[in-house]
């Protein structure tokens, strides 16, 4: 393909598809032609919005002018839309969780590849600003060798009262949220195995679906992560806590409060016990003696369009794609670890 300005049909003008519409504006190589959904209600609220509207997906595969098709509905209906897409010589964005099960995504593999079509899922919450701090700290030793990641998202609005609710949908937090905590953490450790798993999915709110989890992941370097999602938690953890040899760091929330502490006296040194409840402590006495120095968050430039454009680039042979099939892979073989651990109480071993 020659490296003119591609032009992008949206299907699914809901919550995702309009902030994708939204970023397009600032992607030179993509012009929008037009958006497709199911609802005439939102085809009509498209059409108020400026947009040229599809009557039906056929329209829209059918029309040889369009490169790319990108599918932001819900999760059940992924598969058959992609695949009528790439049969029809389009090249797809994706939205998360790519399928709900691992045959279905083979299947959209296959057909990429028959048709020699691109085909790339969003993992978009790789460009968080809070992610890529870090990254930067783990991957530069800033707080030595990093032992310990949490990374938990939470609130207190329960499930949105929508398709997230059903099964059939593929509802609930893991598909919804796990899918993009897994990712960024086995993007992070691309080359290292997992040694196991451990999760549980809660029920709190009496829905079909879960409305949170909490998986722990022991990898081969011995680095411990532990990924929680809650919707009924009205006093939040902080989203992410990493713990090193020689520091710790914190980032309280996406409006990046945090800072990171590094050690620059002795690990060991003796101290006064202090007073603790009803007891005392020398082991966790606090540091108020200048052995550790207290640090701002990095600075991180992020542009979430950068998945835009690198897909383009991919499309004309320039770059390699960012978010690799092979990565995806990975990460939904262990989504489904996670629900067989959590249905069967069990460690996962790798
Ligand atoms: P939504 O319910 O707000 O919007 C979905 C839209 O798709 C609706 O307007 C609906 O009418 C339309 N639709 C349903 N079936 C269709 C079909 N067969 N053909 C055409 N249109 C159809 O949902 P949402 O929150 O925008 O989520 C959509 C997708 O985006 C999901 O896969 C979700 O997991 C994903 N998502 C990703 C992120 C992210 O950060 N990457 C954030 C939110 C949602």
Redesign the pocket.
Known sequence: MSNKVKKLVL???????T?HLGRLKSVDQIVVDGV????KN?QNEAAKDGYKVYNS?EDVIKNKSIDIVLI????D??K??AIKALKNDKNVIC???VTLSIKDFEDILKIAKMHKKCFMV????RWDENFNMIKKIYEEHSIGDVYEIRNYVQGSRGIPN??RQLKSK?GGMV??WCV?LLDRILYLNNDVKLKSLYANLSYSLGHEVDDGFEVTLLFENDLKVVLGVGTTNFIKLPEWYMVGSLGTMEIEDFELNGKYVTLEGELTKDTIPVEAGAGFTKTMAPRNDGSVIEHSLPDVKTDVCDFYRNFVNWIDGKEDPIVKNTEVMRTMNIINKIFESAEKNEVIKF
């Open positions: 299907i699914g003008y809901g919550g995702m598809g902030r497709y959904d199911i609802d939102k997906f932001a509905t819900p999760n209906s992924h058959e839309l939205e998360k969780p969003d993992q978009n919450r929508d398709w593929g598909y919804d993009h």
